[in-house]
């Protein structure tokens, strides 16, 4: 496996177990994802927990050490449609301008922002990299490329942090 595929494997791996942990870890985190994405809508709120299993299968195709060949790609194209559908909804939410906080992992610091959006562009970006290289020929330090796609995979999670952090910081000098 390619050292852009291992990399993508780890970081869209960990972003959607995190994220699917996070939506269950106790019942307000899936309530609060769930009001920030359907409200009271009912078939919206099925289909919230049909995208919580759909997170935990990607981690597994894709994290999984060994499996059939069709494993990690079926992953990486789950996760892409995935990331198609959750942007989707991010984009309405932020045209409704739903001020709940995004709930994508649990907690939030703010509703859906452009942010978000670019946030689920990158990680596709990634998923289509992945796909594109998904039956090459091994090159390259796999361990560095797991660290790297580990690496990334923290920045997407705590990425309102991050943002909070940097932005807050910046306006203290503006």
Avoid at 42 to 53: D, E, H, M, N, Q
Avoid at 135 to 148: I, K, N, Q, S, Y
């Amino acid at each position: 496996m390619s050292f852009v595929v291992v990399a993508a494997r780890v970081l869209l791996g960990v972003v959607f177990a995190v994220s699917a942990v996070q939506k269950c870890r106790d019942g307000r985190d899936f309530r609060r994802f769930v009001t920030a994405v359907a409200g009271r809508d009912l078939p919206v709120r099925a289909a919230l927990a049909g995208t919580v299993a759909a997170e935990f299968a990607t981690a597994a195709l894709l994290l999984a050490p060994a499996g059939p060949g069709w494993r990690v790609p079926a992953g990486f194209v789950l996760s892409l449609g995935l990331l198609i559908v959750l942007t989707g909804v991010l984009l309405v939410a932020m045209r409704q301008a739903v001020q709940e906080p995004c709930g994508c992992f649990g907690t939030g610091s703010g509703p859906a922002g452009p942010a978000h959006v670019a946030r689920n562009a990158v990680l596709a970006a990634a998923a289509v990299a992945g796909l594109a290289g998904a039956h090459a020929a091994p090159t390259g330090d796999l361990l560095v490329a797991a660290t790297l796609g580990a690496a990334a995979a923290v920045v997407v999670i705590r990425l309102d942090d991050l943002k909070s952090l940097f932005f807050t910081h910046l306006r203290g000098y503006g």
